[in-house]
């Protein structure tokens, strides 16, 4: 490694300390309580930690931004950045009916698992992604199909395609969204990827960012028009216009269910409009709120860049929606529409 080299990497983990160095414990913090029900039909919600989701709805499952293996900031400064099995093993025997995997983008921290999940989702699960993941995990010839949705995401004046999946039960449409710098001007990884890299990622500086998306996901019934459930997911975004969308795609369907980063929370909590005001949910699910470079098996804090304690406050006050700050590996339900 080059002088040059290791000065570049040892300034990008003391700027990953400063983001993530001052959280507050979250030891005591009053997470929602899941609420799984068992023979009762509906849409689940599994959060797993950082923007890690499942939903399963009538024996399909979709997987968003797959990430278990919490890693110490000096590994991902300084040395290998790869899955660790004790962390993720406990997980797979519920990826089994994942036909589907959505990556908001290219970070280390949003699909660091996908590689090794990947022999154990469905045989034909697809991964809707940028194109620079395309490029990032083409050395590995992973038993996966992929969708890059850079020319196909929607814009605020622009509507997206709708791509069809997990054998017609869901169908999925990117959005164009962004993704904040991690701390004041800095801006981890930023880069697009434009050709196939020659050797595995195993550094989290291989994981460059490419475009950031976000996501509509709708939940078919069997007539394949009926929507049951939508989910809308956006887990990096810099607020108004990132995510946004026509809307006359509203007009068909509200969501019901938003999977949103913290950087949302921050946004609407100071008064901005953000996509909240938009899309109207039913029910938030904010994520990404923790210092990711801790294992699980310590205690909770948060990421330096929130507070989770006023937001919590905040969002209790605002009785407009359902606002829920999900613990780890917590489970959630929603109840299939009346007929």
Same mark, same amino acid.
């Given at each position: 490694?080059?002088?040059?080299?290791?000065?570049?990497?040892?300034?990008?983990?003391?700027?990953?300390?400063?983001?993530?160095?001052?959280?507050?414990?979250?030891?005591?913090?009053?997470?929602?309580?899941?609420?799984?029900? &068992? %023979?009762? #039909?509906?849409?689940?919600?599994? $959060?797993?930690?950082?923007?890690?989701?499942?939903?399963?709805?009538?024996? *399909? +499952?979709?997987?968003?931004?797959?990430?278990?293996?919490?890693?110490?900031?000096?590994?991902?400064?300084?040395?290998?950045?790869?899955?660790?099995?004790?962390?993720?093993?406990?997980?797979?025997?519920?990826?089994?009916?994942?036909?589907?995997?959505?990556?908001?983008?290219?970070?280390?921290?949003?699909?660091?698992?996908?590689?090794?999940?990947?022999?154990?989702?469905?045989?034909?699960?697809?991964?809707?992604?940028?194109?620079?993941?395309?490029?990032?995990?083409?050395?590995?010839?992973?038993?996966?199909?992929?969708?890059?949705?850079?020319?196909?995401?929607?814009?605020?004046?622009?509507?997206?395609?709708?791509?069809?999946?997990?054998?017609?039960?869901?169908?999925?449409?990117?959005?164009? &969204? %962004?993704? #904040?710098?991690?701390?004041?001007? $800095?801006?981890?990884?930023?880069?697009?990827?434009?050709?196939?890299?020659? *050797? +595995?990622?195993?550094?989290?500086?291989?994981?460059?960012?490419?475009?950031?998306?976000?996501?509509?996901?709708?939940?078919?019934?069997?007539?394949?028009?009926?929507?049951?459930?939508?989910?809308?997911?956006?887990?990096?975004?810099?607020?108004?216009?990132?995510?946004?969308?026509?809307?006359?795609?509203?007009?068909?369907?509200?969501?019901?269910?938003?999977?949103?980063?913290?950087?949302?929370?921050?946004?609407?909590?100071?008064?901005?409009?953000?996509?909240?005001?938009?899309?109207?949910?039913?029910?938030?699910?904010?994520?990404?709120?923790?210092?990711?470079?801790?294992?699980?098996?310590?205690?909770?804090?948060?990421?330096?860049?929130?507070?989770?304690?006023?937001?919590?406050?905040?969002?209790?006050?605002?009785?407009?929606?359902?606002?829920? $700050?999900?613990?780890?590996?917590?489970?959630?339900?929603?109840?299939?529409?009346?007929?």
């Amino acid at each position: 490694m080059s002088v040059t080299h290791f000065h570049r990497r040892t300034f990008l983990t003391t700027a990953l300390g400063a983001v993530v160095g001052c959280g507050a414990p979250l030891k005591r913090f009053p997470f929602a309580q899941g609420d799984a029900r &068992s %023979g009762e #039909p509906g849409l689940t919600v599994d $959060f797993y930690g950082v923007t890690c989701f499942r939903l399963e709805w009538q024996n *399909t +499952a979709v997987l968003v931004d797959p990430f278990w293996t919490y890693l110490p900031l000096l590994k991902v400064g300084l040395g290998r950045s790869t899955s660790d099995p004790e962390q993720v093993d406990p997980y797979i025997g519920q990826l089994k009916q994942v036909e589907s995997v959505l990556v908001g983008h290219s970070h280390y921290d949003h699909v660091l698992d996908l590689p090794y999940v990947a022999p154990h989702l469905k045989p034909t699960a697809t991964v809707f992604s940028n194109q620079t993941l395309v490029h990032t995990l083409a050395p590995l010839d992973l038993p996966l199909r992929y969708q890059a949705m850079n020319e196909r995401a929607a814009r605020p004046d622009q509507p997206g395609q709708w791509v069809p999946a997990n054998d017609g039960k869901v169908r999925v449409m990117a959005i164009h &969204s %962004g993704h #904040p710098n991690n701390y004041a001007f $800095f801006h981890m990884w930023p880069r697009t990827v434009t050709k196939d890299r020659e *050797t +595995a990622p195993t550094r989290a500086s291989h994981f460059q960012e490419g475009i950031t998306l976000a996501f509509l996901v709708d939940f078919l019934q069997s007539d394949g028009q009926t929507i049951a459930h939508r989910v809308y997911v956006q887990t990096s975004s810099r607020g108004n216009p990132d995510g946004f969308f026509p809307a006359s795609v509203l007009e068909e369907r509200g969501v019901d269910v938003a999977l949103l980063g913290m950087d949302c929370a921050n946004i609407e909590a100071s008064g901005t409009p953000s996509i909240i005001d938009f899309i109207k949910p039913k029910t938030v699910l904010f994520c990404h709120w923790e210092n990711f470079f801790r294992h699980k098996g310590l205690p909770p804090r948060e990421i330096v860049k929130v507070d989770m304690a006023p937001l919590k406050k905040h969002f209790d006050a605002d009785k407009r929606f359902d606002y829920r $700050f999900p613990g780890w590996d917590t489970r959630y339900f929603f109840p299939d529409p009346a007929p």
